[in-house]
C-alpha cells in the first residue's frame, strides 16, 4: 500500500491568516498517461463525515470556497486555506487512489 | 440531493458476525461505485472495501480479505457488508461512501456511519 503521510499533525492559525497542510505519498500517484495526480482533500468537522474538497490534486470539488486550494505533484502535495475562517475548524486528510485507497493520518486546524 | 443511510451496527462479540446496510437516494445508483469507510472515532480514516456499479469489480483491505463481504442490491439502491470473525480492532464507525463519476477513486458523498463495537 501507498502510505500517506501528512504535517503537521494539528496547527493554529489566526482568523485571515493562511493554513498550509502538507501530503507526501510512499510512491508517485502521478498517472503518466493521462498527467494526473491521484490524490484528493477532505474536510471532516466535528461530529460529520469527511466531505470531499478537491480531487486530481487541485481541481476543487462543487460548492467548495475559492480560499480552498490543491497543489503539488508525484509525492508532494499541500492544500492551502488562504485566509482561514472561523468554519474552516476541522481536520483535514488527504487520499491517494493511484492504488488501493489510503489516507493520511489528518491535520487538525484551529483557530489561535 | 444525495443521501446515504447506513445501518445494521450494534455491540457484537468477538467472532460473531454483522451486516451493514446503506440505503442510497438522490442518484443513479447502478452507474457508481460504492465503498465502505471506517474511522475508529477519535482517529483516520480506513478503506474497506469497495464496489463497482455493475459489481463487476470488488475489492478489499488487506486487514479485512477473507472475512468482509461487499454486495450491492441495485434494485434497492442497497449497498452491504457482511462481516464475520469479527476482532475487536474492527470496532469503529463505518462510513457508505459514494464513489466519483469516473469511477477514479475518490468518494463525493458520505452516509453519517453506523457504529460497530466488537468486545465480550
Known amino acids: 500500500d501507498i502510505v500517506m503521510t501528512q504535517s503537521p499533525d494539528s496547527l493554529a492559525v489566526s482568523l485571515g491568516e493562511r493554513a498550509t497542510i502538507n501530503c507526501k505519498s510512499s510512491?508517485?500517484?502521478?498517472?503518466?498517461?493521462?498527467?494526473?495526480?491521484?490524490l484528493t482533500w477532505y474536510q471532516q468537522k466535528p461530529g460529520q463525515p469527511p466531505k470531499l474538497l478537491i480531487y486530481?490534486?487541485?481541481t476543487r470539488a462543487s460548492g467548495v470556497p475559492d480560499r480552498f486550494s490543491g497543489s503539488g505533484s508525484g509525492t508532494d502535495f499541500t492544500l492551502t486555506i488562504s485566509s482561514l475562517q472561523a468554519e474552516d475548524v476541522a481536520v483535514y486528510y488527504c487520499?491517494?487512489?493511484?492504488?488501493?485507497?489510503?489516507f493520511g493520518q489528518g491535520t487538525k486546524v484551529e483557530i489561535k | 440531493e444525495v443521501q446515504l443511510v447506513e445501518s445494521g451496527g450494534g455491540l457484537v462479540q468477538p467472532g460473531r458476525s454483522l451486516r451493514l446496510s446503506c440505503a442510497a437516494s438522490?442518484?443513479?445508483?447502478?452507474?457508481?461505485?460504492m465503498h465502505w469507510v471506517r474511522q475508529v472515532p477519535g482517529k483516520g480514516l480506513e478503506w474497506v472495501s469497495g464496489?463497482?456499479?455493475?459489481?463487476?469489480?470488488?475489492g478489499y483491505a488487506v486487514s479485512v480479505k477473507g472475512r468482509f463481504t461487499i454486495s450491492r442490491d441495485n434494485a434497492k439502491n442497497s449497498l452491504y457488508l457482511q462481516m464475520n470473525s469479527l476482532r475487536a480492532e474492527d470496532t469503529a464507525l463505518y462510513y457508505c461512501?459514494?464513489?466519483?463519476?469516473?469511477?477514479?477513486?475518490?468518494?463525493?458523498?458520505w452516509g453519517q456511519g453506523t457504529l460497530v463495537t466488537v468486545s465480550s
Open positions: 487520499q491517494q487512489y493511484y492504488t488501493t485507497p489510503t
Open positions: 464496489i463497482r456499479g455493475n459489481s463487476g469489480g470488488i
Open positions: 438522490g442518484f443513479n445508483f447502478d452507474d457508481y461505485g
Open positions: 510512491q508517485s500517484v502521478l498517472y503518466s498517461s493521462n498527467n494526473k495526480n491521484y
Open positions: 461512501a459514494k464513489g466519483d463519476s469516473t469511477s477514479s477513486g475518490w468518494f463525493d458523498a
Open positions: 486530481w490534486a487541485s
